[in-house]
């Protein structure tokens, strides 16, 4: 239903409109019939130079026409509601200006037409891209410190593997080969040190390529994801004593590096944090890759926890396993998604959309 506009000679009308400090307009055969000052100073102009004789679309920005067109159709025909919109805008000295519209349908004059309200929201959306902007580099930088990381890991690892671990057993050799050249009459006490050095070398040895495969497994680039993980979830459910499952779907080949490196963190975040605070006796790992996307699913049956009592809390501490895990899905546009209430266990869900397989 449409309503007959105030006529524009009415004092009330004409003291409200002029002195209002947002854009006012009337269109009318795609020409301004009407502009109060706020909208012509918005472009640069007078008020005369506009009425009657500006067609609305030579104000906007010539990427933005169609839209508006679009939406002045919309109007007109009562395809749409009354919404806001945003779009560009060409002032008399030809910069560029941001505006938000918000239109209806109204008879002037006798006939179909569009009035509305404009304001200047130029400033606001520069603010957002300068803010976009930032948000960005943050992500490159961030991109840039977690490459780094991995690079200084996988070398400390090739060290730990490679110098210290042949160290180690080239010392173990040689005690052994000592303690085969013994002489008979040596005490039983130089015989129980021996035996002890070799011990502690061999726990050494242990923890040394314990270390090294936490820091970055060499069969995550030799054998890719899928492998490692499968040992890694094995790994560590021996070491708990728990019950521990790894299932697959949809995947006949590998990703990128980059994307397997944070899947792999993110499912070693995920069980060390179900390590420290679940209690469970049973964990399960999905991967499932359909359609272009992939979805990491990593629940436990443990103790669980309140979500929103987590998220909100003022303790960062409680909630490093999750910014990290964040942290390193977002390099890949991921999101994350946490089910989990006291006593009824917790799952991760993560997803990356628009993921290619790497064929090989």
């Not at 979500?307 to 546009?333: A, C, M, T």
Request: aromatic fraction near 6%.
């Amino acid at each position: 239903m449409t309503k007959e506009i105030f006529a524009l000679n009415t004092d009330h009308f004409n003291e409200m409109v002029e002195a209002a400090l947002v854009g006012i307009y009337i269109i009318q055969d795609d020409l301004l019939r009407y502009v109060n000052p706020a909208l012509a100073r918005m472009f640069g102009y007078h008020p005369k130079e506009l009425i009657d004789r500006v067609n609305v679309l030579d104000l906007i920005h010539p990427e933005d026409r169609e839209g508006v067109r679009s939406r002045m159709r919309q109007r007109f025909t009562g395809e749409s509601a009354a919404t806001p919109h945003v779009a560009r805008g060409i002032t008399a000295a030809g910069e560029v200006i941001h505006f938000e519209s918000l239109a209806r349908f109204v008879i002037y004059q006798g006939r179909p037409a569009i009035t509305g309200t404009l304001v200047n929201v130029t400033n606001c959306v520069q603010a957002q891209d300068k803010l976009e902007k930032h948000r960005q580099q943050l992500k490159r930088l961030s991109a840039q410190l977690i490459a780094s990381r991995e690079a200084e890991s996988k070398r400390i690892s090739q060290e730990l593997h490679d110098e210290i671990g042949q160290a180690l057993t080239a010392v173990s050799i040689n005690l052994a080969q000592i303690k085969q050249n013994l002489p008979q009459d040596v005490p039983a006490a130089v015989h129980k040190r021996l035996a002890e050095s070799e011990a502690l070398i061999a726990q050494t040895l242990i923890l040394t390529r314990k270390i090294s495969l936490e820091l970055r497994p060499t069969m995550l680039d030799d054998l890719g994801l899928i492998p490692t993980l499968r040992w890694y979830i094995h790994q560590f459910g021996d070491r708990l004593n728990i019950e521990a499952a790894f299932t697959t779907n949809g995947i006949r080949q590998s990703f990128s590096p980059e994307l397997e490196t944070v899947v792999y963190r993110v499912v070693q975040e995920g069980l060390t944090n179900i390590a420290r605070h679940a209690q469970a006796s049973k964990i399960e790992v999905n991967l499932d890759y359909q359609a272009g996307r992939l979805l990491l699913t990593i629940t436990d049956n443990g103790i669980g926890f309140d979500v929103q009592e987590l998220l909100q809390s003022k303790n960062v501490d409680h909630r490093l396993g999750l910014l990290g895990i964040e942290e390193r899905i977002s390099l890949f546009v991921g999101t994350l998604n946490i089910n989990s209430s006291p006593g009824k266990g917790t799952t991760l869900r993560i997803v990356f959309p628009s993921i290619e397989l790497r064929h090989i």
